[in-house]
């Protein structure tokens, strides 16, 4: 969702001034006539985790004072703010302004909710909220996805759609798609406690691992999906691959 809510910069500074510019991973700096042109670049990487290895030994680092509940009909609109407000800081969000960050969120979620990221996964879904009735300061969101070589471009979409009974067959791959935390409740525990509930859903449906996929530049996001024992893949544009698929066609 990113690169439609990215703007195209154009910047009227000297060369000096562009070889100081600060720069984000999700853009590609050029400089001619006069000018530094920014354009949108968002790279994913694609990342997995081992189910049964990150249930065996005892959880650390979950919140346990935080409560979680099941996704409510009510939330696929209710989330959108705290959506908006987890992802402030990163891209594409943080270029945009509140109202039109709102809508972002509202599409993302409604991406979800009508499976164009791949069949929602209800029984893994969480909301998390301070105290019993509090109100919900994180949730997290899984989807399946096929289960094919996760590191190929082509694996993030069904060619086909799934059958109806995909879960129950233990078809695809579950992936998480999203999982955010109120930015004054971060560093709590609170993501750790999201992804624990939903690994024992996954566990408890048959599955044994779950894809996630985080955009270079999102820090937090990254080093969380390290700290929680995701083992990176293959990036699917790596020179490498390339060089070996070409030497395999010859
Ligand atoms: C990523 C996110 C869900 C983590 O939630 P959280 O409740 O802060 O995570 P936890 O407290 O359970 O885990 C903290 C661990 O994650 C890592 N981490 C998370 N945010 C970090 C940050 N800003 N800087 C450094 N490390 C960070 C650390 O390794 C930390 O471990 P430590 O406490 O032992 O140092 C949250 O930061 C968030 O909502 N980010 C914005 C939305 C987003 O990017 N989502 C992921 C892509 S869908």
Redesign the pocket.
């Known amino acids: 969702m990113c690169d439609e809510w990215m703007p195209y910069l154009q910047l009227p500074i000297t060369f000096a001034q562009f070889r100081q510019l600060p720069r984000n991973a999700a853009y590609k700096y050029e400089y001619y006539h006069g000018r530094a042109w920014l354009s949108p670049r968002p790279r994913y990487y694609h990342a997995l985790l081992d189910l049964e290895a990150w249930a065996a030994p005892p959880l650390e ?3 346990r004072k935080v409560k979680l509940r099941p996704v409510q009909t009510a939330d696929w609109e209710g989330l959108a703010p705290l959506f908006a407000a ?2 402030q800081q ?1 891209q594409p969000f943080c270029g945009l302004d509140e109202e039109r960050a709102l809508t972002a969120a509202r599409q993302a979620l409604e991406h979800t909710r009508s499976g164009s990221d791949g069949p929602w996964i209800e029984q893994a879904s969480f909301v998390a909220v301070a105290g019993d009735a509090g109100p919900e300061i ?1 949730a997290i969101l899984v989807t399946l996805l096929p289960d094919s070589d996760p590191s190929s471009w082509h694996s993030y979409h069904w060619e086909e759609p799934p059958p109806p009974d995909a879960l129950a067959r233990r078809r695809g791959r579950p992936h ?1 798609t ?4 109120s930015p004054f ?9 999201l992804l624990s509930a939903a690994v024992h859903e996954l566990l408890a449906l048959g599955y044994k691992q779950l894809a996630s996929t ?1 955009l270079i530049g ?4 990254m ?2 999906h ?2 929680n024992g995701f083992q990176l893949l293959a990036y699917p544009g790596s020179w490498r691959r390339r060089f070996e698929e070409m030497e395999e066609a010859t």
């Open positions: 680092g979950a919140n987890a992802f990163q994180g998480l999203w999982i955010f935390v409740e971060t560093g709590q525990g609170v993501g750790t406690l985080f999102n820090d937090s996001s080093l969380w390290w700290r």
